[in-house]
């Protein structure tokens, strides 16, 4: 079975923070994705990765960033956490190739105080 | 000040009953769509997909209908189980170099009766 894993199941953090969440994948997946979840607006992505090294803007990048060093692992970054990052964010991948199912960890429910 | 938040949709039906959720997508272009299962305090999984040169696909109890003239996308789940509650999400794939990258809809509460 494919295994997604998410470093934390919660986490709180001040405002200003910097926060890192770590998302690892064991399937040699080459994409990877970052989405956000907040109540009535379903999963917006935030940040995606073809491959290491690669990385591409989803829809709401502003106030994050991330990292790809190896094919396993896709970090998210919050450089100053912020109380509207309070949210569930949750990792995904899937192989390069048309049709292919995205495959979730189990998220992090992030709160900024 | 006061935030008003937005109601996902929802849908209540009695254990045994059949149920049908919606979805409208809204890339013309986009050749795949999945309908994912989420239940509380888990991530999303993988229920059924569709390609965009089907109109019809079933597995285990669930049923996808595809309609490409109207970008409408239903999932039929037959003889509901209490454990078939959760929200359901569908997702598009806008094809072309999109490989992988898939636009989700906001979700539908389905609540099981016993």
């Known amino acids: 079975d494919v295994k997604v894993t998410q470093s934390s199941r919660y986490l709180v953090k001040r405002t200003g923070e910097k926060v890192f969440l770590e998302c690892v994948q064991d399937?040699?997946?080459?994409?990877m994705f970052w989405y956000r979840q907040d109540p009535g607006l379903g999963l917006r992505l935030i940040y995606f990765?073809?491959?290491?090294?690669?990385?591409e803007k989803g829809d709401i990048p502003e106030g994050y960033s991330v990292s790809r060093e190896k094919k396993e692992r896709f970090s998210l970054i919050l450089e100053s956490a912020s109380t509207n990052q309070t949210s569930m964010y949750l990792c995904?991948?899937?192989?390069?190739?048309?049709?292919?199912?995205?495959?979730f960890g189990q998220g992090t429910r992030l709160t900024v105080v | 000040g006061e935030s008003v938040g937005l109601h996902l949709p929802t849908l209540s039906v009695q254990e045994g009953d059949n149920s049908i959720i919606n979805c409208a997508y809204s890339n013309s272009a986009s050749d795949y769509f999945i309908w994912y299962k989420q239940e509380s305090g888990k991530g999303p999984q993988f229920i059924i997909d569709i390609r965009s040169n089907m109109d019809k696909r079933q597995g285990q109890r669930v049923t996808v209908l595809l309609n490409k003239t109207v970008k409408h996308l239903s999932l039929q789940i037959a003889a509901t189980q209490p454990g078939d509650s959760a929200v359901y999400f569908c997702?598009?794939?806008?094809?072309?170099?999109?490989?992988?990258?898939?636009?989700f809809g906001q979700g539908t509460i389905l609540t099981v009766h016993p």
């Open positions: 995904a991948s899937s192989p390069h190739r048309q049709g292919s199912e995205a495959f």
């Open positions: 399937m040699d997946h080459e994409n």
């Open positions: 990765s073809y491959d290491v090294k690669m990385k």
């Open positions: 997702a598009e794939n806008a094809g072309g170099t999109s490989y992988g990258k898939l636009t």
